[in-house]
């Protein structure tokens, strides 16, 4: 029952780190007049893919690959078919030209990406079918080009009030940084310790408990960004978070967790990835039907719909 009782925990401590590791950092850049929209397309990015990454170091670091992998395919699915079906829910989401043409695209280039490198022992008829170090370093030579992108989008548009709301002092902002940093640690610990345990006492994959409640647990962050956005009718908020978030997880927080160990990839992944695929597939599409470039509330239910047909399959096929 402890197991159980600090894997919950782990979830509080892993978003409050990752909160407070923002807050602290943000802080400290702008008393270092660090322009606000780089402060949010950089820390604030990475802030709210810090919770994935921390999971997936920590969990390939243990050897636990089934839930890294897990992990990121489950959030990536969960960002797109939950989370902008519940935000669409919510309200209409209007999306601009870049994001249709540009993000969306990228994002499923990556998962396009992921799932022939995780095959490409059986494609190649090799012995090894994953991500090994050389693709985690493609991974990050992507990410670095589409972090370079961003960024040039950001200062063509101009400066932003993207920045914290309060600028902190030294001290208060380096013990944020600190005890984020510590609540990371171990949030993510629990957490993977945590799932390991649950798939031994029920019997089943690590890779279904990654896929399902820590990939939901680790895109907590995302999840309220959008949903609180799409109320507030901030729509390029509500979908440039998450479609920033799964570009993110691949080329950054896969890119990283296979260089520290090579992630091999079954062949019952194939599944896994081409529901990421699917997903956005479904996402780009959506920018085409019924009202143009506007995910629609009736669109969210059904996303949502599928989303659940796809836990259940999980659940009785893993």
């Given at each position: 029952m402890l197991t159980y009782a600090l894997f919950i925990i782990g979830f509080v401590f892993l978003v409050k780190g990752a909160d407070l590791l923002v807050d602290g950092s943000a802080s400290i850049a702008k008393k270092l007049n660090v322009p606000s929209i780089v402060i949010g397309l950089t820390i604030v990015a990475f802030g709210t893919s810090t919770p994935e990454l921390i999971v997936?170091?920590?969990?390939s670091a243990k050897g636990n690959t089934e839930i890294a992998i897990g992990n990121i395919i489950g959030s990536n699915i969960f960002n797109i078919l939950f989370i902008l079906g519940i935000s669409a829910a919510i309200c209409p989401l209007t999306t601009k030209k870049n994001t249709v043409w540009k993000e969306i695209p990228l994002s499923l280039l990556a998962a396009v990406l992921l799932a022939i490198m995780a095959?490409?022992?059986?494609?190649?008829?090799?012995s090894f079918s994953g991500l090994s170090m050389i693709d985690g370093f493609i991974f990050i030579a992507f990410f670095v080009i589409f972090l370079h992108y961003t960024l040039?989008?950001?200062?063509?548009?101009?400066?932003?009030?993207?920045?914290?709301?309060?600028?902190?002092?030294?001290?208060?902002s380096s013990a944020y940084i600190v005890i984020g940093l510590l609540g990371l640690v171990i949030g993510g610990k629990w957490i993977v310790d945590g799932a390991v345990k649950i798939a031994q006492s029920f019997g089943v994959s690590e890779s279904l408990i990654g896929l399902t409640i820590v990939?939901?647990?680790?895109?907590?962050?995302e999840l309220a960004t959008s949903a609180v956005a799409a109320y507030k009718k901030q729509m390029d908020i509500a979908i440039g978070n998450v479609v920033g978030s799964n570009i993110f997880n691949i080329f950054w927080v896969l890119g990283v967790s296979s260089i520290?160990?090579?992630?091999?990839?079954?062949?019952?992944?194939?599944?896994d990835n081409f529901m990421n695929i699917f997903a956005s597939a479904i996402l780009f599409a959506i920018m085409f039907i019924g009202k143009k470039h506007i995910v629609e509330r009736w669109q969210g239910i059904l996303m949502l719909l599928i989303y659940v047909g796809y836990v259940v399959f999980l659940v009785l096929n893993k």
């Open positions: 997936n170091i920590i969990a095959n490409d022992g059986r494609i190649e008829g090799g040039g989008l950001a200062k063509a548009a101009g400066e932003s009030d993207g920045g914290p709301a309060k600028v902190l002092n030294y001290t208060v990939a939901a647990g680790t895109s907590l962050p520290i160990r090579p992630l091999p990839f079954s062949a019952s992944s194939d599944i």
